[in-house]
Every structure is written in C-alpha cells, then in structure tokens.
C-alpha cells in the first residue's frame, strides 16, 4: 500500500498547481501535488484556459505530435499570475521585435528549427560525445581532486557549475576567463521560462539578456576576424548553400547552447547529489558498486528532474488525451509528474538506484528531445565517478535550500564534507 501525503491533500487542480508553482511546500517538493494531479486531474483545464497534463503517456504524445508546437507568445501560464508580470512579458517581447533578436531552435518550429538543429546537432551525436570523454574524465578528477584537498564545500560553486561551463565553453568557444560572469546571467535570464516570474523577476532576467545578447554579438564579430576551431567559427563558416545564418542566428543559437550546456547540468549533477544525501542506502550502494553509475545517472535525472515543465501550443485541430483541444490552447506538459508516474515506474516515490524501466521525461521527447542529453549524461557521469574514485565519505554539512523555479529546479547550494579514499 502507498504512504499517505504528508501535505493536505489539494481540493482541486488548480489548488495543485497553485501549490506547485507558488507555494512553500510545494516548490520544496511537488510531489504530492504532481501525484493528485495523476490521480485525479490527469487532464486539467485551469482557469486561465491552459491544459495540464501530469501521466507519462500523455506527456510523451502531445511532445511527439507536431500537430502542436512552440507559440511566440510569452504570456504567464497561472490564472494566479501577477498582471504587472504579463505587461513586462508583453512589453519586453515587442522590444525583442524591434530589436530583432532572432530566436532559437527551442522556439521555432520547422522548417526553421529543422534547418537550425540540422547545423549544430552533428556536434551531439553519441560518437562525438564519447569522442569528449577522455577529455571530460580528465577534467572532472582535476576538480574532484581539488575538492578533496579542500575538504568538500558548496558542490555547486566547486563542480556542478565547472565542469559543464568548461565542457561548453571550450565546444562553443567562449573565452575561458568570462565563464563565471555567466552563472548568475543566465539563471537571472531564465526567469523567463517560469510561470511564476514577478515582474522584478522578468526585468532583471531582460537586462541579463542584454548583457549576455551582446557579450555573443562581439564575440561573433571577433570570431569573424580571428576564426578558431570551435561551434561558433564553424557556424559562421557554415556554407548550407545560400542558406547561412544570419549574425542574429548565429548570435540566438550560441547563446542557447551554452545556457543550456551548463544550466540545466550543473542542476542536474546539485540534485543528483541532493537525492544521494537523502538516501545514504543508496548512496552506499553506488559507492560499493560503480558498476552501477550509470543506472544511478538515469535514476537522478528521474527522481528530481532538473526541468519539470515543458509545454507546446495547439498549431492546428489536434486531440490531447483522446480529447479534441482549440487551436490556440496552451498545453504544458509536468514532466516532474510523469517521471513518478506509477504507469510507468514501479513503487515511482522510491529512489532506487538499480531501476531499469526505461528513460525518464527529463529530457522531453519528438523534435525538440533535448540536443545535449548525451552530453549531460556523460558529464555527470563523470563526475559522479570520479567522486566515487576519490572521495572515501561524502557528508551534508548544511541547509540543502532550493531556489524555488519548477522550470529549471536545482539548489543554491549543496554544502558537503569529503573525506580522500
Ligand atoms: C540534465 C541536463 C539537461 C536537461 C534535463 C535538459 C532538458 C531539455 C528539455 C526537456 C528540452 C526540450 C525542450 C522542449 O521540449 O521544448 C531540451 C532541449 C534542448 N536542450 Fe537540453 N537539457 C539538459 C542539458 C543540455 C545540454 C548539456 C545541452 C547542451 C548543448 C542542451 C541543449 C539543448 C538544446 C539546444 C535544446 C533545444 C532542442 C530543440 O529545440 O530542438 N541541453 N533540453
């Protein structure tokens, strides 16, 4: 038999989502609310019109049904949501026309997002990636060895955040000495992605947009003159007919895969950590078996997804959970919710490393499937293995604070004491 809640139990799906989005207990742990959602709003039209939905399967065919795609509006998705923060969104995206920022592959649809993502995705193939390996191995153990020496600290300042910016950094070609500058640029700029942003919010991640928009114009500009072997050159280079990108392409298309490279990762390698932390049977177990990395990986990304909310707009009559939708209508897609689907993965509340049920929904699935989960995966994979390589005992020494965003979820820091094997 299942474990009761440990919350009241919500009196309706908005309830739920108004917990999910906006409330203390939920924004520390949704899933209770994910699991009424499941079990008893599997499809649920909020107030504000938009459709939610909560089980694997159904989260799944709507990312697969290009029936439905990315909308260019940016409009808050909460009934809730503050009115002020729907005029900035408004404002900021007239401003974003005018200025003609070109948007990326994550908000087109084709054809346009094919041809973008055809022009940098042989970069990610599996091949490729395990081509990084050594390199990533090598510079994970260099930063675990550091942190052994120091005695542990915040794993984010110390690797969750290193490794990946070095590993994009170096593919995309960004100066090593402005990597750190970016960390907090790129998270204030992905306020954006939440639904709950206030207005302070979406203003401070507009102006870090405008920093990080012109840091990637000059360094185009740079890489025009002085070509290097990196993406970037390689994407001003490229010669697709006469089918080149534009400056402000190359410009949305750079930005994108270095937030995304690092961002989501470096969350990714906080929470798996968090998850560990939270289960030292299972901690122990991986440490005593590294054989089992790999499944760990997988069951990290799983168990607290470092992106819980995706989402597409109904482009043409189309039917969501066997049920006909409008044109128009906003579907978000809780993939938090899906990857604790009981459907789907067994006795799902439970963090068990030796699972074999098949991906999460981390990465989301169909024609925007994220470009970098090989990526990703072999870096935490990395770094996780060179823990278990160097650290003999790995220990919680203070508050694991979350940095309340459902979008991208992660920690503000993850304080730990290492002892050396
Ligand atoms: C754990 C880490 C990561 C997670 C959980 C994650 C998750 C996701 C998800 C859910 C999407 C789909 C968005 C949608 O459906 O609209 C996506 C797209 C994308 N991701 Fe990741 N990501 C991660 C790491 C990375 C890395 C390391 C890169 C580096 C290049 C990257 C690059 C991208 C790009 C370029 C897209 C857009 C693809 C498209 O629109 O066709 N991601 N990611």
């Known amino acids: 038999m299942s474990k009761p809640d440990p919350v009241p139990r919500p009196t309706s799906g908005d309830d739920a989502l108004a917990h999910i989005f906006l409330g203390e207990e939920g924004l520390q742990d949704p899933s209770p609310y994910y699991r009424y959602m499941r079990e008893e709003a599997p ?38 949501g503050d009115p002020e923060a729907a005029q900035v969104r408004k404002d900021q995206q007239m401003k974003a026309v005018e200025e003609n920022h070109a948007a990326s592959m994550l908000f087109l649809n084709p054809p346009a997002h094919t041809r973008q993502r055809a022009l940098v995705s042989r970069a990610f193939t599996p091949r490729r990636v395990e081509a990084l390996r050594a390199s990533i191995r090598t510079l994970a153990e260099g930063m675990v060895d550091e942190f052994v020496e120091a005695g542990g600290g915040d794993l984010l300042d110390a690797l969750a955040f290193p490794l990946p910016v070095a590993v994009i950094g170096t593919m995309v070609g960004v100066p090593e000495a402005d990597w750190p500058q970016f960390r907090s640029l790129i998270t204030a700029t992905a306020a954006g992605l939440e639904p709950a942003a206030t207005a ?39 010669a697709d007919g006469d089918d ?30 968090g998850a560990l932390l939270r289960h030292p049977d299972q901690m122990a177990r991986l440490w005593n078996n590294s054989s089992l ?5 997988e069951e990290m990304l799983r168990w607290d997804s470092p992106v819980q909310l995706d989402g597409r707009t109904v482009l043409e009559p189309a039917e969501v959970a066997g049920e006909p939708v409008e044109v128009g209508t906003r579907v978000m897609t809780l993939l938090g919710a899906a990857n604790r689907d009981p459907k789907h993965f067994e006795d799902p509340e439970c963090f068990d490393i030796t699972r074999d049920e098949g991906p999460p929904m981390s990465f989301g699935s169909g024609i925007h499937y994220c470009l970098g989960a090989n990526l990703a995966r072999a870096e935490t994979q990395e770094l996780f293995g060179a823990m278990i390589k160097r650290c003999k005992t790995v220990e919680q020494t203070g508050e694991l604070r979350n940095r309340r965003r459902i979008t991208l979820r992660g920690y503000l820091s993850v304080p730990v004491a290492v002892t050396a094997s």
């Not at 750079?254 to 961002?263: M, N, P, R, S």
């Not at 990395?293 to 990986?297: R, S």
């Open 200 to 238: 302070d919010d979406l203003r401070e991640g507009y102006a870090a947009h405008a920093v990080v928009r012109g840091y990637f114009q000059d360094l185009v500009a740079e890489r025009k003159a002085n070509p290097a072997d990196d993406l970037l050159s390689g994407l001003i280079q490229v």
């Open 293 to 297: 990395l790999n499944p760990a990986v």
């Open 43 to 80: 499809m649920h039209r909020s107030a504000n019109g938009a459709i939610f939905l909560s089980q694997y399967d159904d989260c799944r065919e709507v990312l697969r049904d290009n029936r439905l795609g990315k909308s260019t509006t940016n409009e808050s998705l909460l009934s809730s």
């Open 244 to 273: 080149r990108l534009s400056d402000n392409e190359i410009v949305a298309v750079t930005t994108l895969l270095f937030a995304a490279g690092f961002e989501t990762t470096t969350n990714m390698i906080g929470n798996g950590m």
